[in-house]
């Protein structure tokens, strides 16, 4: 399903649950569990963890949902809560683990899918391994920048950032990138 019919469909969703349809409720929730549970995931570091996170998150979405007055903001919202339910975790835990782990795990895990598979899992392998050397702000906004289909004014409000910043975090983590995956590119911060 591509990200525009996802994010219609939601929208679509929410306003039936709305109208008190329940079953929206359970298409809505089977819809965005996958994308939520990897940025749990992502973000906590443990993927059980990040299961028992997403469980009160999505008590907190539903009990919530009444209140969200523009269905077109439900992914940045959604995302938001998971984010806040992850830091919370984090604190009680008073862990060490950094967003870095989460996606080196989810990195590592990814798989690669039909067309091209031997050049495509070349590509992916080396694109895994040079984001893993970013800093771990740029590595997030480009994860859900380009993984999740999210615009710079919703991952703003998800790590509650300027939507500048956001962008001077993609564009640092692209240039970066670039120089990781092509040696003979000039280093734009040795300018």
Not at 40 to 58: H, K, P
Not at 118 to 147: C, K, S, V, W
Request: charged content about 30%.
């Amino acid at each position: 399903m591509t990200r525009d019919r996802k994010r219609v469909l939601s929208e679509f969703l929410i306003v039936s649950a709305h109208g008190g349809d329940r079953s929206a409720l359970d298409r809505l929730c089977r819809l965005w569990h996958g994308d939520l549970t990897r940025h749990a995931a992502r973000l906590i570091g443990d993927g059980e963890a990040a299961r028992d996170i997403l469980q009160e998150a999505w008590c907190d979405i539903l009990k919530g949902l009444s209140g969200l007055r523009e269905p077109a903001a439900f992914p940045a919202w959604a995302y938001r809560i998971v984010a806040r339910k992850c830091a919370a975790e984090i604190r009680t835990r008073q862990s060490s683990r950094r967003t870095a782990d989460g996606l080196r795990a989810e990195l590592a895990g990814a798989t690669v899918d039909g067309e091209g598979e031997a050049e495509r899992g070349a590509d992916t392998g080396a694109i895994r391994r040079a984001m893993t050397d970013l800093p771990d702000e740029q590595r997030l906004a480009l994860a859900l920048y380009h993984q999740d289909g999210l615009s710079v004014a919703e991952i703003a409000v998800i790590t509650e950032t300027p939507a500048g910043t956001v962008k001077t975090r993609l564009m640092h983590a692209r240039r970066k990138l670039a120089v990781a995956l092509n040696p003979a590119m000039p280093d734009p911060e040795d300018s």
